[in-house]
């Protein structure tokens, strides 16, 4: 069963924009994380935030999470065409992570 | 080099052969899991294992068996129980909260 919800499912922005994905989940966790994926590959692991945190930077990486509503978003600023790929949210329990679907971003040259 | 390997990287396989997908890490994680993803999904949990010796089924293992006799490899097979196996195939270790993934193999089943 998915845990986390992303959304959109696609996004498409100019190079230089920023570039904002969000998730919803639905019970109760430890942590959430952000991960990319390019076409083809492996995820790789961006960014944790922890259930007691807020707000989490990382580079051009900002990430919040609102507890009271299951919620977090990622924001990618000053996007690049090297930040196109897929990006998925992952909660925590207590057998390993449960990813959602995914937000496929595509920056336009 | 550290990391997660998984061989090979695309398989082909013809309708009721058996086939196994390999995993291999070196980063000392006791936690691995087998993952598949569909064009466009998420990914499903097929297999993991906590610890050598023992391992769990996830959401989606029929069709599909495991075996965890060393701490660094967790190869996948894939049966010819497995009514659509084709898909992608993605190995990850785990480390406190973080999962690190391979490249993946990409299987196709002709």
């Known amino acids: 069963s998915q845990q986390g919800e992303e959304d959109p499912q696609a996004l498409s922005i100019q190079e230089g924009e920023n570039a904002t994905m969000n998730c919803s989940y639905k019970t109760s966790i430890n942590n959430l994380q952000w991960y990319r994926q390019n076409s083809g590959r492996g995820l790789v692991h961006l960014i944790l935030i922890r259930s007691n945190e807020r707000e989490k930077h990382s580079g051009r990486l900002r990430v919040t999470l609102d507890t009271s509503k299951k919620s977090s978003s990622l924001l990618i600023t000053a996007s690049r065409a090297a930040d196109t790929a897929s990006y998925f949210c992952?909660?925590?329990?207590?057998?390993?992570?449960?990813f959602g679907k995914g937000t496929h971003l595509i920056i336009q040259p | 080099d550290g990391g997660i390997t998984q061989s090979p990287k695309y398989l082909f396989r013809k309708e009721g052969q058996n086939v196994t997908l390999s995993c291999e890490q070196n980063l000392n994680h006791d936690a691995m899991y087998w993952y598949r993803q569909d064009p466009g999904q998420g990914l499903r949990l097929i297999y993991y294992?906590?610890?050598?010796?023992?391992?769990q089924k996830g959401d989606i293992a029929e069709g599909y068996s495991v075996s965890r006799e060393k701490k660094e490899s967790f190869p996948l097979t894939v049966t010819s129980a497995q009514k659509n196996p084709t898909a992608f195939y993605l190995c990850?270790?785990?480390?406190?909260?973080?999962?690190?993934f391979g490249p993946g193999t990409r299987l196709t089943v002709l």
């Open positions: 990850a270790s785990m480390s406190t909260d973080t999962q690190y």
């Open positions: 294992s906590q610890i050598v010796n023992d391992f």
């Open positions: 992952a909660t925590r329990g207590a057998d390993g992570l449960t």
